[in-house]
């Protein structure tokens, strides 16, 4: 049982009932769904999640004025629901699900109260911030105030700050992998080369996500949501399962790590193909530092074209 779907039935059948009521002129006034931090909100969770912070529950997301006026008395009304559905614990975590208030619950996430409006404000929230606000699903929402906001943070990043963001991957991607990965390995440093791999998977990883102009999530779950990414998802999370897997009794070391560095200059020639096909480059060197100059210079906005790359 996924816990969003164990969710939005216990909103069917205990929470919504519940609500109509107690709260009747309200209700028509109440966001209701799944959305925030957790796994199950994501779409992630497995058996092993179920050991903590799992189970049925849902966020009731009010105006500023209802939340004042009615917050306390909607929460109270829910934490007296039965302890268990369906079998499963009914996990109310306060400040993550229950009664919250919708401009509370965009600032926690992304410092505003709305969509962000800045180039700034774009730049300084952390992709899992925003993959985290726009996650889960919303079961009702009369009002539209709270899903106003999500539709529009769903469209994905405004394309400047894709591009942005895109060249900074670009720089990391070349740097961890194409460059510093051989040369580490050449002195036999494992530990640095274990960085530098780390460096390269999670460049590679959040690119992919950009390229979907999706919202990478928080890094343990970045490869989980990877596959189900329509472009690249596939093929560069097979590619990295390659990477990471442990090498067989009979390969020698030696040969290991050059397989290591041929999957990773894979990877780099199907992120290239990718950002030719986008319009993003039109240079087929496959050293991604020149990529991502490719992509710097097609910023429309000055101010931020003229910023560092590696920025």
């Known amino acids: 049982m996924k816990g969003l779907e164990l969710s939005k039935a216990f909103y069917i059948e205990q929470v919504q009932p519940m609500l109509m009521e107690k709260f009747p002129q309200l209700f028509s006034h109440m966001a209701i769904g799944l959305v925030g931090e957790g796994s199950q909100c994501f779409g992630f969770d497995d058996n092993l999640s ?25 929460q109270q009304a829910l934490w007296e629901l039965p302890k268990e559905f369906r079998g499963y614990p009914v996990s109310w975590i306060q400040g993550r699900n229950g009664v919250l208030e919708i401009n509370s ?27 985290t606000a726009t996650n889960g699903e919303v079961f009702a929402d009369p009002l539209d105030k709270f899903s106003a906001i999500r ?18 991957c670009c720089m990391t991607i070349a740097q961890s992998g194409q460059y510093n990965y051989p040369r580490v390995m050449a002195r036999g440093d494992k530990v640095a080369a274990a960085l530098t791999e780390g460096e390269f998977i999670t460049g590679v990883i959040s690119a992919v996500y950009l390229l979907n102009n999706r919202y990478a999530p928080f890094y343990k779950w970045m ?18 399962e390659q990477l990471t897997a442990f090498p067989a009794a009979h390969v020698a070391e030696e040969e290991y790590y050059v397989h290591k560095i041929e999957l990773m200059q894979q990877i780099c020639a199907a992120l290239v193909t990718e950002l030719q096909r ?13 990529q991502g100059l490719e992509v710097h210079k097609r910023i429309a906005h000055e101010g931020l074209r003229n910023t560092n790359p590696w920025a």
């Open 223 to 240: 490869p989980y949501g990877l596959k189900r990414l329509p472009k690249l998802g596939a093929t560069v999370g097979a590619l990295l």
């Open 50 to 74: 179920q050991d903590h912070d799992w189970g049925a529950a849902v966020c009731v997301w009010l105006t500023a004025e209802d939340y004042e006026q009615y917050g306390a008395m909607v």
């Open 151 to 168: 539709r529009e943070l769903l469209l994905g990043y405004p394309e400047d700050i894709r591009k942005k963001r895109l060249t900074k």
């Open 105 to 131: 619950f965009y600032r926690k996430y992304l410092a505003t109260d709305g969509v962000p409006t800045t180039i700034g404000q774009w730049l300084n929230i952390p992709a899992h911030h925003l993959a």
């Open 278 to 290: 986008q319009g993003l480059s039109e240079s087929d060197d496959p050293f991604l530092v020149e």
